[in-house]
């Protein structure tokens, strides 16, 4: 399973996010989309974090745990 997380520079949201995934066990690469704009024409997001999975956007903002546990568990 590849995990991304889409992320801004001093994004609290995404730190948040990054702790659940931690704490789920789950490997996760962060993208920084100021340096990579180009996944912003692949996942269109308007607020951070966006959560990718396997190529997917699954989610935008910050999930919730027992939604976001659901999803990895796939």
Do not use: R
């Not at 730190?15 to 490997?27: A, Q, T, Y």
């Not at 989309?33 to 903002?61: H, Q, R, S």
């Amino acid at each position: 399973m590849k995990v991304q997380i889409l992320t801004v520079p001093g994004c609290s949201n995404c730190s948040i996010l990054e702790k659940m995934l931690e704490k789920l066990g789950v490997n996760y690469d962060l993208i920084d989309v100021t340096e990579k704009p180009e996944c912003l024409k692949k996942y269109p997001i308007f607020t951070a974090p966006g959560l990718v999975i396997n190529e997917k956007l699954e989610f935008t903002g910050i999930p919730k745990y027992n939604e976001l546990k659901k999803k990895l568990s796939k």
